[in-house]
């Protein structure tokens, strides 16, 4: 373990002024990610800010009659309230789905969007890895991809985001907010939230530096079957293969959002029109210009036959 230093502000714009003037500063929360990558020394912080302490934990009706979930609000918590479990039962579903009740219990709203991939060679610092150290190139390209990126990816990463929650957030149309150094607070459509590799696939979001997520805004509840399928080689405490994260009427129109197939929750909108005429031809359009790998084609049969088995469920 790397030496460091560490504060603990007492309001979310001093945490953000403290990251934004250290070089290498990070924030830490429940660090069930932050802290496993600093013992492998992939994250190398030089100073950590605690924003524990910011109040950021409560859930709260909106004036538009959605929820407000606080940056700090805890997994097991955000799963289990009433009002989630009511109208939003896909992302309770999706926290439930993820980790392990032990982890759930530490981990963040905010530090769960922002948890970074579980690609292999992003994990092995033997390998050369474009999201870990920028400019060494990509391992994954050529080598063990089955878990990995089929659309999205770039010819410098083919890394999936690994969180649950965020394809429900995705699914749900929800708001992150922020605030920056300066005290100025910004919103950001969980669309424009997580970005694609690119040729920077190290940057996984659009936050500035020294940005905090103080919370996240879920719309007014829609109304429909709440359903988030997961798809994994184990039962429990293992990451999506592929995942559908979907609200969905008995005729089968909706929403749908994939996880595991790209560097961020996929969603198509224009696609949904096409989900009453079955699965097909919504992954048709979804995965329009996917490049699987020959180890991860069969993530696009999987995610088809995934949304199939959503639907019949809706309809029953």
């Not at 007492?10 to 002024?17: D, G, L, M, N, V």
């Not at 907010?177 to 970005?195: C, L, S, Y």
């Not at 079957?225 to 184990?234: G, M, N």
């Not at 048709?284 to 991860?296: L, S």
Request: proline share 5%; charged share 20%.
């Amino acid at each position: 373990m790397r030496s460091f230093t560490y504060e603990r502000p007492s309001t979310p714009a001093e945490a953000a002024a403290a990251v934004a003037a250290k070089p290498n500063a990070k924030f830490i929360a429940g660090g069930t990610n932050l802290l496993d990558l600093m013992k492998l020394q992939i994250e190398t912080p030089a100073h950590l800010v605690d924003v524990n302490g910011l109040g950021l934990d409560r859930i709260e009706a909106t004036p538009e009659g959605g929820l407000r979930i606080g940056a700090l609000v805890r997994n097991t918590d955000l799963a289990a309230d009433a009002r989630v479990r009511k109208d939003y039962g896909v992302l309770s579903r999706a926290l439930l789905a993820g980790a392990s009740g032990q982890l759930r219990n530490k981990a963040t709203t905010a530090g769960n969007l922002l948890q970074r991939t579980r690609c292999p060679y992003f994990y092995d610092t033997a390998q050369a890895c474009n999201k870990r150290q920028p400019g060494s190139g990509c391992s994954a390209l050529d080598g063990v991809s089955r878990q990995l990126a089929v659309i999205g990816g770039s010819d410098a990463c083919i890394a999936t985001h690994p969180g649950d929650m965020a394809v429900a957030m995705r699914v749900l149309d929800a708001t992150v907010e922020t605030v920056d150094a300066q005290g100025t607070e910004r919103k950001i459509p969980i669309a424009e939230f997580h970005r694609l590799p690119g040729d920077k696939p190290e940057v996984d979001t659009t936050l500035k530096t020294g940005e905090l997520i103080t919370a996240v805004t879920l719309p007014k509840p829609v109304a429909g079957t709440h359903i988030y399928r997961k798809v994994r080689d184990r039962a429990s405490y293992a990451y999506a293969l592929v995942s559908v994260a979907a609200i969905l009427g008995k005729d089968g129109s909706g929403h749908v959002a994939f996880g595991g197939v790209a560097h961020k929750p996929w969603r198509v909108e224009a696609a949904e029109a096409a989900l009453p005429r079955g699965a097909k031809a919504v992954t048709d359009h979804v995965f329009a210009g996917a490049k699987p790998t020959h180890e991860n084609a069969y993530k696009l049969k999987l995610a088809e036959r995934t949304l199939t088995a959503a639907l019949n469920q809706a309809r029953a």
